[in-house]
């Protein structure tokens, strides 16, 4: 699956990006806000998520950054599958492209992916610590379940606290909310 916005283009990753994926997503900055990230971050690291097996559905996806040359690879995102069942979406924007507005772009162009796949909602969280990333999820849409829970962090190597968001994509989710709050 391929998506192409205004500026960037996101396509699945081939072994030949694990240099450049490892380069973008090499910064402890980065690695501390992800959930199952390591750190360090090795090509090998690249190179194993890579080759790693991908939902058939489910969309996991480089960000590249068009220019007048070749792309720039800028960071990923993808919908993954919770071990509830639940549909997350999931981002990451190398810190030399922050700032610049690609991890809301990549994620209104998964959300169009999702919507498409006729999934009724997402879920998305973010470590309390990490408000940039509460603001790009807030600029999507997703809203507050209330829920602050544990996450844990494989580069902290601790459970963080991170804040659980929903985006309703359909009218069936918010109608199965309301009778679940009934």
Known sequence: ???RTPRLLLRPGF??????LARAIGDLAIVRNLAVVPWPYTVRDAEAYLASPRDPVLP???IFER???APRLVGSCGLGRRPSGAVELGYWIARTSWGRGFATE???ALIQIARALGLPQLEASHFIDNPASARVLEKLGFESTGIIAPRMNCARGEDVPARLMRLRLSAAAVKKDEALAA
Do not use: I, Q, V
């Open 15 to 20: 072994p030949e990006d694990a240099p450049a």
């Open 1 to 3: 699956m391929f998506a």
């Open 106 to 108: 990549a994620g209104r």
């Open 60 to 62: 996991s996806l480089l």
């Open 67 to 69: 220019t007048d040359g």
